[in-house]
C-alpha cells in the first residue's frame, strides 16, 4: 500500500479528474480542486475524438503558409481578435520560433510518443472508474472532401502525414454511400481511420471520472484556486473565498487557467486560451453506425453523441474570457444547412477555451524549484486525447517510479 500522503488536484475538467481518480485509486488521499461550470472548459463542449492521429502540432512550416487562406475574414476557421493582440502577440512570436523545421520535428516526435496508446489509457481509466462499457468507442473516425481535387490534395497530405498508431485506408465507394440521405450530396473522397476512437459524450466521461473518484473516498472541494504555494516541504491552494487546502503535493491541472497559478511560482507559462465554438442538435437523423466525420475542406466535425449531434470548429485566439463571436456559430449553422445536415434551427451553443502553449505540447511534471508542485496543462486539442495517459505519468511520479527520459522535454521551464 502506498503511504498516505495527501494530494490536491486543481481543475476539475477531464485531466484533472483522470488524474484525481488515478491518484486515489493509487492509494493517496485525494481532493480534486473543481471551480463549478463545467461549460466555461473545453471539456464540455469539444467534439469527443480520440485522436490517435494528430502526431504533428499545429507549428509548421506548412501551418504558416496556409494561414492567411485560413483566416476567419476569409471564410475560414483561424481568427485572431485584434482587441486582445496584448494576449497573442507575445504567444505568437514564440509560435513562429516553434514552426522551425527542426523545432516543428521535434515536437511531432514527442506527440508521437505520448499519442502511442490512447485508447489503451482510456480503458484502462474506464475500468478503475467502473464506467459503462460504451463510454469509449473505439470505433476510428472518417476525413471526407467535398470535390475531387480536395479529395486528391487531402490523401496526399495524409500519405505525408506522421499518423502514429492510427492507420487508414483510402474510403471505397460503398465507404462513402453511408452519407446518402444524410448529406445533400455524397462526399467527392474520403479516408477511414483505424485506432482511434469516439467517447459517448464528454460531459458523460467527465461525470464517470468524477463518480468512480467519489467512489474511491476522493473529495471534491467546489471553488475557484487564485494560488497555489509552496508552505515548507507541504503545499497549500487559497480559494476565492479566502479558504486553504493544505496538501502534501499539488498538481495545477486547470487548464487555460493554469498560467495565472503557475506563473507566481517563477516559472514563463505562454499559454494562451485557444477557443473553440460547437453547436448541439437533438433533432437529427445522423445514422448511429455513421463515424465522427472530418469535413476537412470546411474545417468543420461532425459528432452523435447521446444528447444529439454536434458539430465544432474555429480557432480563435483572443481573451478565453470574452463574450463569444456569434458569426462563427451562424458559420458553423451554415456550414450545416450546405452539406443538407438535419439540425436545429435553434440549436445548443457553446463555446470554450482549449489550454494551449506556444509549441502546442502540454506541460507535464514537477517544478525544478518546489518539487511538491506538479503540474499537468497545455493539451490544446488534444485534451480528451491524452487525459487518461496524462493522468498514468502523474501516478508513476507520485509513487516515485521512473518516467521516460523524452517526458523532460515537457517540462515547463522549457520556456525561459
Given at each position: 500500500m502506498t503511504p498516505s500522503r495527501?494530494?490536491?488536484?486543481?481543475?476539475?475538467?477531464?485531466?484533472?479528474?483522470?488524474?484525481?481518480?488515478?491518484?486515489?485509486?493509487?492509494?493517496?488521499?485525494?481532493?480534486?480542486?473543481?471551480?463549478?461550470?463545467?461549460?466555461?472548459?473545453?471539456?464540455?463542449?469539444?467534439?469527443?475524438?480520440?485522436?490517435?492521429?494528430?502526431?504533428?502540432?499545429?507549428?509548421?512550416?506548412?501551418?504558416?503558409?496556409?494561414?492567411?487562406?485560413?483566416?476567419?475574414a476569409f471564410g475560414g476557421p483561424l481568427d485572431f481578435r485584434a482587441r486582445d493582440v496584448g494576449r497573442w502577440g507575445p504567444w505568437a512570436l514564440r509560435f513562429l520560433a516553434a514552426s522551425r523545421p527542426a523545432a516543428a520535428a521535434h515536437g511531432a516526435e514527442l506527440l508521437t510518443r505520448l499519442l502511442e496508446d490512447p485508447l489503451g489509457a482510456w480503458g484502462r481509466l474506464a475500468?478503475?472508474?467502473?464506467?459503462?462499457?460504451?463510454?469509449?468507442?473505439?470505433?476510428?473516425?472518417?476525413?471526407?472532401?467535398?470535390?475531387?481535387?480536395?479529395?486528391?490534395?487531402?490523401?496526399?497530405?495524409?500519405?505525408?502525414?506522421?499518423t502514429g498508431s492510427a492507420t487508414f485506408r483510402p474510403m471505397e465507394a460503398e465507404d462513402l454511400a453511408a452519407y446518402d440521405g444524410v448529406l445533400a450530396a455524397r462526399p467527392a473522397g474520403g479516408v477511414r481511420f483505424s485506432g482511434t476512437g469516439q467517447v459517448s459524450e464528454p460531459q458523460r466521461v467527465r461525470n464517470a471520472l468524477l463518480s468512480g473518484f467519489e467512489r474511491l473516498g476522493g473529495g471534491v472541494v467546489h471553488g475557484e484556486a487564485t494560488a497555489?504555494?509552496?508552505?515548507?516541504?507541504?503545499?497549500?491552494?487559497?480559494?476565492?473565498?479566502?479558504?486553504?487546502?493544505?496538501?502534501?503535493?499539488?498538481?495545477?491541472?486547470?487548464?487555460?487557467?493554469?498560467?495565472?497559478?503557475?506563473?507566481?511560482?517563477?516559472?514563463?507559462?505562454?499559454?494562451?486560451?485557444?477557443?473553440?465554438?460547437?453547436?448541439?442538435?437533438?433533432?437529427?437523423?445522423?445514422?448511429?453506425?455513421?463515424?465522427?466525420?472530418?469535413?476537412?475542406?470546411?474545417?468543420?466535425?461532425?459528432?452523435?453523441?447521446?444528447?444529439?449531434?454536434?458539430?465544432?470548429?474555429?480557432?480563435?485566439?483572443?481573451?478565453?474570457?470574452?463574450?463569444?463571436?456569434?458569426?462563427?456559430?451562424?458559420?458553423?449553422?451554415?456550414?450545416?444547412?450546405?452539406?443538407?445536415?438535419?439540425?436545429?434551427?435553434?440549436?445548443?451553443?457553446?463555446?470554450?477555451?482549449?489550454?494551449?502553449?506556444?509549441?502546442?505540447?502540454?506541460a507535464i511534471g514537477r517544478l525544478q524549484a518546489h518539487p511538491m508542485i506538479h503540474y499537468a496543462f497545455g493539451h490544446q486539442h488534444l485534451g480528451l486525447t491524452l487525459a487518461a495517459s496524462t493522468a498514468e505519468v502523474l501516478e508513476q511520479m507520485a509513487l516515485g517510479r521512473p518516467t521516460p527520459t523524452w517526458l523532460e522535454a515537457l517540462r515547463i521551464e522549457r520556456f525561459r
Open positions: 495527501r494530494w490536491a488536484v486543481v481543475g476539475g475538467g477531464l485531466v484533472g479528474a483522470a488524474i484525481a481518480l488515478r491518484l486515489q485509486a493509487a492509494g493517496f488521499e485525494v481532493v480534486l480542486i473543481d471551480r463549478g461550470d463545467p461549460r466555461r472548459g473545453a471539456s464540455f463542449g469539444n467534439i469527443g475524438h480520440i485522436a490517435a492521429e494528430q502526431c504533428e502540432p499545429m507549428p509548421s512550416p506548412a501551418t504558416l503558409r496556409s494561414a492567411v487562406g485560413r483566416l476567419f475500468a478503475l472508474a467502473d464506467a459503462p462499457d460504451d463510454l469509449i468507442r473505439p470505433t476510428g473516425h472518417a476525413v471526407v472532401w467535398s470535390t475531387p481535387e480536395a479529395a486528391r490534395r487531402g490523401l496526399q497530405a495524409w500519405r505525408r502525414a506522421r497555489v504555494r509552496p508552505a515548507g516541504e507541504a503545499a497549500e491552494v487559497v480559494l476565492a473565498d479566502g479558504s486553504v487546502v493544505d496538501a502534501d503535493k499539488v498538481v495545477v491541472a486547470a487548464g487555460a487557467w493554469s498560467a495565472r497559478l503557475m506563473a507566481p511560482l517563477g516559472v514563463c507559462v505562454p499559454l494562451i486560451g485557444e477557443r473553440g465554438y460547437s453547436v448541439q442538435s437533438a433533432r437529427h437523423d445522423w445514422p448511429e453506425d455513421l463515424p465522427l466525420t472530418v469535413f476537412e475542406d470546411r474545417a468543420l466535425a461532425v459528432a452523435r453523441f447521446k444528447g444529439g449531434l454536434r458539430a465544432s470548429s474555429h480557432v480563435e485566439f483572443g481573451d478565453p474570457s470574452a463574450a463569444p463571436d456569434p458569426r462563427k456559430w451562424r458559420q458553423i449553422e451554415r456550414s450545416l444547412r450546405d452539406l443538407g445536415v438535419t439540425f436545429s434551427d435553434t440549436p445548443d451553443r457553446w463555446c470554450g477555451p482549449r489550454p494551449t502553449l506556444a509549441d502546442y505540447l502540454p
